[in-house]
């Protein structure tokens, strides 16, 4: 178990580029969320997965973004022509749903991938 | 919806005395409270969590969390502050009538003075 994994953990993009993050969750976590972090803030729910199936999309996550996770493994965050307002920590996490044991439905994040626009 | 207040963004303390902070809770259903750390440009790490078992909950690196329904209560402490306990420390929430989706505060940063 090599925890969760997110790549890049920083990219510095222009404005109106397209970006898009990777997260390696936890193998046998059905479980997967994406949250964004600003600075000084708490992190803020995005979208979450139960396998490949998207179940929850945040009113933050406008139409420029998009979540997927198509084999219930690994997942992308695209941010489509992104804005100075999208620079954040944007940090992914997985969780085992359901079950009885200590770690159900406890969440372990990855380190984060850093965006800033210029 | 769950929600949960961090009393104070910053608490600055001198190494070796007690660290104390304070997190308060809503939710209209039994709930599960967790305690983060975050380290510079780092993501979070769990430092307890809170499952409806025992009501005293003991975590990584001397830290421990009391859950206290009648106060809406779950402040972490830590007996005696070190250098290395400099971070930022979220509580957050969660419960089966969100799906076990956490909710975070706005985080308190710990600053310790030699």
């Known amino acids: 178990d090599t925890g969760v994994s997110q790549n890049p953990r920083h990219k510095i993009t222009k404005r109106g580029q397209n970006v898009t993050f990777r997260c390696d969750p936890i193998s046998e976590h059905n479980r997967l969320y994406w949250y964004r972090q600003t600075l000084g803030q708490g992190p803020e729910f995005l979208t979450y997965?139960?396998?490949?199936?998207?179940?929850?999309k945040s009113r933050l996550l406008s139409d420029r973004f998009s979540a997927e996770r198509p084999k219930g493994s690994f997942s992308t965050l695209e941010i489509q022509r992104t804005e100075q307002g999208d620079s954040a920590m944007y940090l992914c996490?997985?969780?085992?749903?359901?079950?009885?044991?200590?770690?159900?439905?406890?969440?372990?994040f990855g380190a984060g991938s850093r965006l800033t626009v210029l | 919806a769950q929600s949960v207040t961090q009393l104070g963004s910053h608490v600055s303390v001198s190494e070796g005395a007690l660290v104390l902070l304070r997190c308060n809770y809503s939710s209209s259903v039994p709930p599960y409270l967790f305690w983060y750390v975050q380290y510079p440009n780092q993501g979070l790490q769990l430092l307890l969590k809170y499952t409806s078992a025992a009501t005293l909950v003991k975590g990584i690196n001397g830290f421990e969390a009391e859950f206290k329904k009648s106060e809406t209560s779950f402040h972490l402490t830590k007996p005696s502050a070190h250098m290395s306990d400099a971070a930022e420390y979220f509580c957050a929430v969660s419960d089966r009538s969100n799906d076990y989706k956490l909710s975070f505060g706005a985080g308190t940063t710990v600053t310790v003075r030699a």
């Open positions: 997965f139960q396998n490949e199936a998207q179940l929850e």
């Open positions: 996490a997985s969780s085992l749903q359901g079950g009885r044991g200590p770690g159900a439905n406890v969440l372990t």
